[in-house]
């Protein structure tokens, strides 16, 4: 399934209002750095299905909404809780830890100790 397709006719549904926590990946298509961290996000939309939101949104395409949220380099990912940015990650590099980013926002639930 991969990473859900924003861009500004969705974002404010997909981003903003959303229920759970939200990873925008703005990206580009000449970016080649871009093209590698781009499987690595579908990844994580499938892993994290139902419990955080992972989208992928073409900062060529969506100038107006690249320029709201400052983005200075690509690829930028952008954390949003509740609708408000709450992190943010510039230029990533492939082989950061992209689990750590979502897990620290994900509730664990306590385990149950077996008797």
């Known amino acids: 399934m991969g990473a859900k397709k924003l ?12 229920e759970m926590p939200v990873l925008v990946n703005i990206c580009a298509d000449w970016c080649f750095q871009c093209r590698v961290v781009d499987p690595l996000i579908d990844d994580l939309a499938d892993e994290y299905a139902g419990r955080f939101k992972v989208g992928t949104m073409n900062y060529n395409e969506n100038k107006p909404l690249g320029e709201k949220y400052n983005i200075k380099s690509i690829p930028t990912l952008l954390v949003f809780i509740k609708g408000e940015e709450t992190e943010r990650y510039e230029e ?4 950061e830890d992209l689990n750590a980013i979502l897990d620290k926002y994900l509730v664990k639930k306590p385990r149950k100790s077996k008797k």
């Open 7 to 18: 861009n500004m006719k969705n974002f404010e549904k997909e981003v903003l209002k959303s």
């Open 92 to 95: 990533v590099d492939p082989e």
